[in-house]
């Protein structure tokens, strides 16, 4: 389901913004993604290992990858923004009763970030899109949750990362469940900032 799935997304993709397959990387090895699991300190989630085998983040001219500006993680940026908010997590700002809103009956709230989150996406604006392993009790283990740096909100945008992909080949390019948003769609089917020309790339 998840090859399946990423495939018929990539090449959807590729048709709106020409470059778009090769500024994905390469599969990631198994020392990648052992390498991630041992600073986590436990097993990246099947479905995540499936398709960091298949494409091992984008490159850093790829600006989009997901609607609303969310970039694939490699395997090694996984690991690293999880360890950020680690490193953090013993703070007493990241760990109120309240400290997160949204959708209490599927996400816990008591965290600004649990250890079980696993950052897959980022925005470059310090957010991430996550595979939550520990959810509230009508939440389902492995869910796709968003993360936000300094808001609260919680929002679940998937199932599963299989469940997540299917909705986005099957409702490419609009949002009729309201997950992301039409105008999230705008980097994707209107790719005007989607990849830095190469001109503008660094050295």
Not at 20 to 34: I, K, Q, S
Not at 124 to 145: E, K, R
Not at 167 to 189: A, C
């Amino acid at each position: 389901m998840i090859e399946e799935n990423w495939v018929r997304y990539v090449a959807r993709c590729d048709s709106h913004i020409p470059g778009f397959r090769d500024a994905l990387r390469p599969g990631a090895g198994a020392a990648e993604l052992a390498a991630a699991e041992a600073v986590i300190g436990r097993a990246l989630p099947e479905e995540l290992k499936t398709l960091l085998r298949l494409n091992d983040g984008a490159a850093e001219h790829l600006l989009v990858v997901f609607p609303g500006s969310w970039v694939l993680n490699p395997a090694a940026e996984v690991a690293a923004s999880w360890k950020i908010w680690a490193d953090l997590h013993d703070e007493d700002y990241m760990r109120d009763p309240e400290a997160v809103t949204g959708q209490s009956d599927r996400i816990k709230q008591d965290e600004h970030f649990r250890l079980a989150w696993i950052p897959f996406a980022a925005n470059g604006m310090g957010d991430s899109l996550c595979i939550d392993l520990d959810p509230g009790p009508a939440g389902q283990v492995g869910q796709i949750i968003s993360q936000y740096h300094d808001e609260d909100t919680r929002d679940v945008l998937g199932d599963s990362l299989a469940e997540f992909l299917a909705y986005l080949v099957t409702h490419f390019g609009s949002d009729p469940e309201e997950r992301f948003g039409d105008d999230s769609w705008d980097g994707i089917i209107n790719p005007d900032y989607a990849i830095i020309p190469p001109e503008g790339r660094g050295s």
